[in-house]
């Protein structure tokens, strides 16, 4: 056998191996694009900043401004009422409690009225001004003589209260960065959100609840005292079962 016969053999499987010679066979068809979301409904009011709060609450001329106990109930537990978003778009919610102070109504405004698109977006409150005295002693002074001098007005926030709302002809994306550093500068615990992530979130709580398979509970604990858990636990723990610090 001559050494061509050897080599053409040789050739011809090399010659399979050329891209020339690939077959290629297209399997993508036409790509689809979701149209962009329609924004005609929504309408733009005069106002689009958010509104200044006044440092102290307005009292009539021929009234002290009363003074008031702490009051920690405001504070702790959920928010029955203002628990959901108005105007079903954007907004900042505390999943703790706490007290808001005028700096802080102060820094969510700023914040808002420099990254705000106030063609396309606008903004609301959804908390009250300060309104709850907070009374402080001089330095220095000695105990008793009675309750101190109003020092500063808070609002207390309970966990679930939504504090402010952002809507208008934008998507989650464009308002999320100015949500979020409203969100981490507040003194508790708060995050931003949309209508989308609340309905989820409510999903997975209901899920949760109908398909728990383990029947003890922190609730079934507490409530029948397992391992004598009472004496380690507070009041407000007997209520809210250690969900709401």
Not at 177 to 196: C, D, G, H, T, W
Not at 216 to 245: A, E
Request: overall charge positive; some cysteine; proline content about 7%.
């Amino acid at each position: 056998m001559s050494s061509k016969m050897l080599i053409r053999p040789f050739q011809w499987s090399i010659g399979f191996l050329r891209p020339h010679n690939v077959e290629h066979t297209m399997s993508v068809g036409i790509k689809y694009f979701a149209p962009p979301k329609n924004y005609d409904d929504i309408e733009i009011p005069e106002r689009q900043r958010l509104r200044v709060f006044d440092k102290v609450p307005m009292y009539p001329s021929n009234l002290k401004p009363p003074k008031m106990q702490k009051r920690l109930r405001y504070m702790r537990g959920p928010e029955p009422l203002h628990t959901t978003l108005q105007l079903k778009q954007y907004g900042v919610v505390a999943t703790g409690g706490g007290r808001l102070r005028f700096e802080h109504f102060e820094m969510a405004r700023l914040v808002v009225a420099r990254k705000l698109d106030q063609k396309r977006m606008f903004a609301i409150w959804r908390v009250d001004p300060p309104w709850q005295p907070v009374t402080k002693k001089g330095q220095g002074q000695r105990m008793g003589g009675g309750k101190g001098a109003i020092d500063h007005y808070v609002t207390p926030i309970k966990a679930g209260r939504v504090i402010l709302e952002v809507a208008g002809k934008c998507e989650y994306a464009e308002v999320y960065n100015m949500l979020k550093i409203v969100a981490e500068r507040l003194p508790f615990k708060a995050e931003a959100v949309s209508q989308e992530i609340l309905e989820k979130k409510a999903l997975e709580e209901k899920w949760k609840e109908e398909n728990n398979q383990n029947h003890y509970t922190m609730k079934y604990i507490i409530q029948n005292n397992m391992g004598g858990c009472h004496r380690m636990l507070s009041p407000f723990d007997h209520v809210w079962h250690g969900k709401y610090l």
